[in-house]
């Protein structure tokens, strides 16, 4: 349950997109680090009182190890100018029945200037679908195609598996003039458009933002339990199944790993085996890249040859990879390690945007 904490803000820290990250002072003398969004709780400023949800810091969970701003309760934020009796503004409900509701404007429902666009749209055309199983993936993704498609409209589809609001993530903040746009789906929220489904996103993906490629994965702070099927990750196995339903071409980045040090992420992660191998119904392009370290390329052969009776096992070419990830524009990490740290990891996922792009129609 929530443990409820109450402080003045002391400083103001980092800012990006949506997000404001600060020092909260304690009644008893200590100091906490925490995260407000502006768009749900207003600017903080130093001296204001702040109420706070402290449970996922106190026990060490979580991407960020922020406290969550709840509110101000001493200088609340003004209502939105729209009316509020009227679904003219939207009436889009997500993290529904929780304190902090938003209502927000669907990208196809009847106030939406996209409505038309969408109202039979059910098809993509052939578009070309990267899934991936954590958010770390999107920016190596994100290189691979850029590698060899600079120009290319690559759409980004935050799935609720991780971290509900798109403002959480710093490298989404930093990726924003790289990206077509964001469309958060399901209970996700704060993207350049909102969705109701995966299959509404992906469609607005292609007929609104003109997408040429689009990625689909959890925001920060992928949630497993140790088990095979306890993991939000197993939603990359929905995301093939309505990509192929809707025409679209689905590409898997497999998580690989050489440094993870636990046994079932190490070679090809269960969580890839899991969601494309039992989850996937509709075939997809699974993506290894063609030089692998000998003993670990052995070890994902071997990992993935049940699974090659359903899907497609591409090699792909890693010549000038390397660079593109080290030429990223935002930080790469997964799991607390680095490129260098981990580069069989990014490495896959930076092929899977390279093969994505050979799939363009």
Same mark, same amino acid.
């Given at each position: 349950?929530?443990?409820?904490?109450?402080?003045?803000?002391?400083?103001?820290?980092?800012?990006?997109?949506?997000?404001?990250?600060?020092?909260?002072?304690?009644?008893?003398?200590?100091?906490?680090? =925490?995260?407000?969004? /502006?768009?749900?709780?207003?600017? /903080?400023?130093?001296?204001?009182?702040?109420?706070?949800?402290?449970?996922?810091?106190?026990?060490?969970?979580?991407?960020?190890?922020?406290?969550?701003?709840?509110?101000?309760?001493?200088?609340?934020?003004?209502?939105?100018?729209? =009316?509020?009796?009227?679904?003219?503004?939207?009436?889009?409900?997500?993290?529904?029945?929780?304190?902090? &509701?938003? #209502?927000?404007?669907?990208?196809?429902?009847?106030?939406?200037?996209?409505?038309?666009?969408?109202?039979?749209?059910?098809?993509?055309?052939?578009?070309?679908?990267?899934?991936?199983?954590?958010? $770390?993936?999107?920016?190596? #993704?994100?290189?691979?195609?850029?590698?060899?498609?600079?120009?290319?409209?690559?759409?980004?589809?935050?799935?609720?598996?991780?971290?509900?609001?798109?403002?959480?993530?710093?490298?989404? =903040?930093?990726?924003?003039?790289?990206?077509?746009?964001?469309?958060?789906?399901? &209970?996700?929220?704060?993207?350049?458009?909102?969705?109701?489904?995966?299959?509404?996103?992906?469609? =607005?993906?292609?007929?609104?933002?003109?997408?040429?490629?689009?990625?689909?994965? &959890?925001?920060?702070?992928?949630?497993?339990?140790?088990?095979?099927?306890?993991?939000?990750?197993?939603?990359?196995?929905?995301?093939?199944?309505? $990509?192929?339903?809707?025409?679209?071409?689905?590409?898997?980045?497999?998580?690989? $790993?050489?440094?993870?040090?636990? /046994?079932?992420?190490?070679?090809?992660?269960?969580?890839?085996?899991?969601?494309?191998?039992?989850?996937?119904?509709?075939?997809?392009?699974?993506?290894?890249?063609?030089?692998?370290?000998?003993?670990?390329?052995?070890?994902?052969?071997?990992?993935?040859?049940?699974?090659?009776?359903?899907?497609?096992?591409?090699?792909?070419?890693?010549?000038?990879?390397?660079?593109?990830?080290?030429?990223?524009?935002?930080?790469? $990490?997964?799991?607390?390690?680095?490129?260098?740290?981990?580069?069989?990891?990014?490495?896959?996922?930076?092929?899977?945007?390279?093969?994505?792009?050979?799939?363009?129609?």
């Amino acid at each position: 349950m929530v443990r409820w904490r109450t402080g003045t803000v002391a400083t103001l820290r980092r800012q990006w997109t949506g997000a404001v990250e600060l020092d909260v002072d304690l009644p008893d003398g200590t100091r906490m680090r =925490a995260l407000a969004y /502006p768009e749900l709780v207003g600017t /903080p400023e130093p001296g204001d009182r702040v109420l706070l949800n402290a449970g996922a810091l106190l026990m060490g969970l979580g991407t960020g190890g922020y406290a969550l701003v709840v509110a101000l309760p001493d200088r609340l934020p003004p209502d939105p100018p729209d =009316a509020g009796d009227t679904r003219d503004a939207g009436h889009l409900v997500k993290a529904r029945y929780t304190p902090l &509701q938003p #209502i927000l404007l669907g990208v196809d429902e009847e106030a939406s200037p996209h409505r038309a666009v969408l109202a039979d749209a059910d098809d993509l055309d052939g578009m070309p679908v990267v899934t991936a199983d954590l958010h $770390s993936a999107l920016p190596a #993704i994100l290189a691979g195609i850029r590698a060899d498609a600079p120009r290319a409209r690559v759409a980004y589809l935050l799935t609720d598996g991780g971290a509900l609001p798109a403002w959480f993530s710093r490298t989404l =903040a930093g990726l924003r003039a790289d990206l077509a746009g964001t469309i958060t789906v399901g &209970q996700a929220f704060g993207g350049d458009l909102e969705a109701t489904t995966l299959h509404g996103g992906l469609l =607005a993906a292609r007929h609104v933002l003109d997408a040429d490629l689009a990625v689909v994965a &959890q925001g920060p702070g992928n949630l497993g339990t140790g088990t095979r099927w306890g993991f939000s990750g197993v939603a990359v196995g929905e995301a093939v199944n309505a $990509s192929a339903t809707l025409g679209g071409r689905p590409v898997g980045s497999l998580r690989i $790993s050489a440094a993870d040090p636990r /046994p079932r992420h190490r070679g090809v992660s269960h969580h890839s085996l899991t969601a494309y191998g039992r989850v996937a119904l509709a075939p997809a392009e699974l993506v290894v890249p063609d030089d692998l370290e000998p003993a670990l390329a052995a070890e994902v052969d071997a990992a993935l040859a049940p699974l090659a009776a359903r899907h497609r096992i591409v090699r792909v070419p890693t010549a000038g990879l390397d660079a593109a990830l080290r030429a990223s524009v935002v930080p790469l $990490s997964t799991m607390g390690r680095g490129l260098d740290a981990d580069h069989s990891y990014f490495l896959a996922a930076a092929a899977a945007g390279r093969h994505a792009v050979t799939r363009l129609p």
